[in-house]
């Protein structure tokens, strides 16, 4: 073999060698690019459930806080609110897996937790479920994520003052919905 044909022959190895790696470059770009698409779509869907859970919480919220608020406007008994609260939570239990696991109200003099028993010195009109619905004026607030005493679980409360202005409806959900997206985040 003349010089030439090796030169020809190293030409013809070097052609295949770049296209190759050009392939192979456009193949890992364009599956870097497909796994971006789908990360984007899926973190898309997680954020819409959960958005779709809290959008969930606050009408349940709002449905009771009317009802509340119905009982509250005639004078009712203190003893129908409480039927009406007991029945409620075992409503939101069922209807939310047990996401939702508590519902109560409160007044200034008053509070209706069913199934707990308050420690010594504890006043919902302290709680910051109950302060933050009353500075909120009426719009629904929702505490930061914390250990709930009655159960142990680490959860949130939404509540909402009633027109009365020192009412308030609450509802404590655990997070298990949120773990459970981020999760699926991570699968």
Same mark, same amino acid.
């Given at each position: ?38 990360? @984007? ?23 009771i ?24 939570k ?5 209807? @939310? ?26 006043? @919902? ?18 505490t ?23 009412t ?7 997070? @298990? ?11």
């Amino acid at each position: 073999l003349k010089i030439t044909d090796y030169i020809i022959i190293f030409a013809i190895f070097a052609v295949f060698v770049f296209i190759a790696v050009f392939t192979s470059a456009q193949i890992i770009d364009a599956k870097i690019n497909q796994a971006d698409e789908v990360g @984007s779509l899926r973190l898309e869907a997680i954020k819409k459930e959960l958005q779709d859970t809290l959008t969930d919480a606050e009408t349940s919220l709002e449905k009771i806080a009317e009802g509340a608020q119905l009982l509250v406007n005639s004078k009712t008994s203190i003893s129908t609110i409480d039927q009406y609260i007991r029945e409620q939570k075992a409503e939101q239990i069922l209807k @939310s897996d047990g996401v939702n696991f508590n519902t109560y109200i409160a007044g200034r003099d008053w509070e209706i937790i069913p199934d707990f028993n308050a420690p010594e010195g504890y006043h @919902s009109t302290e709680r910051l479920w109950y302060v933050g619905a009353i500075d909120s004026l009426g719009k629904i607030y929702v505490t930061e994520p914390y250990i709930d005493t009655m159960t142990g679980q680490m959860c949130y409360t939404m509540s909402k003052m009633l027109d009365d202005r020192e009412t308030v409806v609450a509802m404590d959900f655990t997070l @298990s919905e949120v773990q459970s997206s981020v999760a699926k985040m991570m699968d």
